[in-house]
Structure formats: structure tokens, C-alpha cells
């Protein structure tokens, strides 16, 4: 296996870099946006799309999940690594993608507000964190695994 960041691993998952939340652990995403992605899906309809990808054993694995916000964002910061570049579709709109801002779904929430919270970035690759409600936003599922081999 290539341990680069942004490899196809030998399972077709990408290789997205080392977790902040779980020491050692790397991180894996799917190579595409969940399926509905880029027309936007709800939170709710998200968790139920996951819990579908896991049922089917996704690439061999059943422990698939929306990546916390620290992770979400280390992901993103990788997203031209790679296999990984090119992958990150974002958002269609009214027939058109919402190309320059795009939102991804993250399993952290703010349960006193009722909203799940999103990773943001832009062209320049700015990154921001805050709590959304909106169906707009695209999602990107993950899971933890050792390193690979370099």
C-alpha cells in the first residue's frame, strides 16, 4: 500500500490523513460524496444513507460515519491530495453547482439549536465551522484505520 496522502488504497477507499480526534488512528473517506450529494440532503436523510452504505458493507467495511469537525477539516485541507482531488463535488442548486462555497455535513451538532454542525470552504481553501439546518449541504463519509504503509 501507499501511505501518501491522498492514495487509493488497495479497498478503493482514500487514504485522507491522521485523525486529531483519535490518536494514530488515519483516516479513510469514500472516493465520491455520498449518493445524493450534490443535489443536497438533509442531516436526517444523511444519517439514513450512511446507515445504508454500512448495511451494504461499503468497500468491505460497516463502521462508515460523518467525520467530527476537527477530522471533517483535515479532509478538506487534503482534498487536492491525490485521488482525493477532483472528488469533492459540492452542492447543486437550481440546476447549477454552487461551486464556490460548499458545505459538508460533519456528526457534531448544537442539540439546544436543533442544527448539525457543517465544515465550510471556499476557493482559496478557507475553512469554518458552524452550525446549519439547511438541505444544501453535501456529505462525505468516514472511517478510522491504522496507517498505512509507506
Known amino acids: 500500500m501507499n501511505g501518501q496522502l ?3 488504497m ?3 477507499t482514500i ?3 491522521l485523525s486529531r480526534v483519535f490518536e494514530g488512528k488515519a483516516i479513510y473517506v469514500l472516493p465520491e460524496d455520498l449518493p445524493g450529494s450534490s443535489e443536497g440532503a438533509n442531516y436526517a436523510k444523511v444519517n439514513e444513507t450512511i446507515d445504508d452504505i454500512n448495511g451494504e458493507k461499503a468497500h468491505g467495511y460497516n463502521d462508515w460515519q460523518l467525520p ?3 477530522d471533517a477539516i483535515v479532509v478538506v485541507k487534503n482534498m487536492n ?11 447543486s442548486g437550481a ?4 461551486a464556490l462555497f460548499n458545505y459538508y455535513w460533519t456528526q457534531d451538532t448544537q442539540e439546544q439549536y436543533g442544527k ?3 465544515v465550510t470552504f471556499n476557493e482559496d481553501h478557507e475553512i469554518d465551522s458552524s452550525p446549519m439546518e439547511s438541505k444544501f449541504i453535501a456529505s462525505r463519509a468516514i472511517r ?7
Open 6 to 8: 491522498g492514495s487509493r
Open 10 to 12: 488497495s479497498d478503493g
Open 15 to 17: 487514504y485522507a490523513g
Open 68 to 70: 467530527p469537525i476537527k
Open 81 to 91: 491530495k491525490g485521488d482525493l482531488s477532483g472528488t469533492f463535488t459540492g452542492v
Open 95 to 98: 440546476g447549477e453547482t454552487i
Open 116 to 118: 448539525a454542525h457543517v
Open 144 to 150: 478510522y484505520g491504522e496507517p498505512p504503509v509507506s
